[in-house]
């Protein structure tokens, strides 16, 4: 079993920046890909962002492009989630997610941490 838990959210202004973190732990694997995924009110969970297991390759979706950047730490078993130029249509409930291997399904999910960003 591998425990997810992503830390980071808050509030912030538009315009700013935060970092999330997800810390994982339990029977893990460094070189795991990872993700990250959002969810607003009222809306579908949407992907944002992830990275392979080495961290040499990473996708977007097109609403963060430029502006959010995924790395990771494996020392650590650590993702990070650098989100610059906040809008307000960024406010989500920001999930992290792992899974064994790329041609899979998303297996582990963390509880999620709040970002809201304010006009």
């Known amino acids: 079993q591998v425990h997810l838990v992503e830390s980071g959210g808050g509030l912030v202004q538009a315009g700013g920046s935060l970092r999330l973190s997800c810390a994982a732990s339990?029977?893990?694997?460094?070189?795991?890909?990872m993700g990250w995924f959002r969810q607003a009110p009222r809306k579908e969970r949407e992907f944002v962002a992830d990275?392979?297991?080495?961290?040499?390759?990473?996708h977007y979706a097109d609403s963060v492009k430029g502006r959010f950047t995924i790395s990771r730490d494996n020392a650590k078993n650590t993702v990070y989630l650098q989100m610059n130029s906040l809008k307000p249509e960024d406010t989500a409930v920001y999930y992290c997610?792992?899974?064994?291997?790329?041609?899979?399904?998303?297996?582990?999910w963390g509880q999620g941490t709040q970002v809201t960003v304010s006009s």
């Open positions: 990275i392979s297991g080495s961290g040499g390759i990473t």
């Open positions: 339990g029977r893990t694997s460094s070189y795991y890909p």
């Open positions: 997610a792992a899974k064994v291997t790329a041609f899979v399904d998303y297996s582990y």
